[in-house]
């Protein structure tokens, strides 16, 4: 079956921008994750939906990050005024209903770059 | 805290022999492990994971992981290496209690023909 999906899978934008990143989950995933990656380090966790809900949020750097899941599907990571720094790769991830075992399968991730 | 060290940036092995990317862990309470890889502009592949049970885990492509919790040590193996396992390789914990992955920086595994 399709895996996760994320669009766009570039984007360049200017320094005080507002972007959009949007993450489409496995079907019937209702657990969905936002990470980002700089370059040369791992993952780093941003934010856990469980449904519509973001059952934890403590990830995201500062009030400038904020996403939605409103239906309990796709998901969008928004970024306000945007700056150098959050030049990365986000990532999205889902798993079936969030259980600590559970396997989280990623989509291929949004390559940003802020100039 | 909670963490995971990759002590390995980089690991050359010559192909048909055996590999093993190192990891190790920080974490409270009885970890999940993961192990995922990562190929040139791809996403992040699921190759294994330890929940309970047996220590010897086994996974795709061949691959396998021990986990030794004495040594607080996850370490991915695989008995023949081939070519096309060349790639980024990252470990990952999970405490039970939280719903984040924590990851190491990752290491890039060569094998050479």
């Known amino acids: 079956g399709a895996g996760v999906s994320q669009t766009p899978s570039n984007k360049v934008t200017e320094k005080g921008k507002y972007v959009e990143l949007r993450c489409d989950p496995i079907s019937g995933h209702t657990a969905l994750y936002w990470y980002r990656q700089s370059l040369g380090q791992g993952p780093e966790f941003l934010i856990y939906?469980?449904?519509?809900?973001?059952?934890?949020d403590s990830g995201l750097p500062n009030d400038r990050f904020f996403a939605v899941r409103p239906e309990g599907s796709v998901s969008t990571l928004k970024i306000q005024r945007t700056e150098r720094g959050d030049s990365a790769v986000y990532l999205c991830a889902s798993s079936l209903g969030g259980a600590a075992g559970e396997t989280q399968y990623f989509g291929p991730g949004t390559r940003l770059l802020v100039l | 805290a909670q963490s995971v060290a990759q002590p390995e940036d980089q690991v050359n092995v010559a192909e048909g022999n055996p590999l093993t990317v190192k990891c190790t862990y920080s974490?409270?309470?009885?970890?999940?492990l993961f192990w995922y890889v990562q190929y040139p502009n791809r996403g992040l592949q699921f190759l294994l994971k330890?929940?309970?049970?047996d220590n010897l885990v086994k996974g795709s492509y061949g691959f396998e992981a021990e986990f030794n919790k004495s040594q607080t040590s996850f370490h991915l193996k695989k008995p023949s290496a081939l070519v096309s396992d060349s790639a980024l390789y990252f470990c990952?914990?999970?405490?039970?209690?939280?719903?984040?992955?924590?990851w190491g920086a990752g290491t890039k595994l060569i094998i050479k023909p």
């Open positions: 974490v409270s309470g009885n970890p999940y």
């Open positions: 990952a914990v999970r405490d039970p209690g939280n719903y984040q992955l924590i």
């Open positions: 330890y929940i309970t049970g």
């Open positions: 939906f469980q449904g519509t809900g973001a059952a934890d």
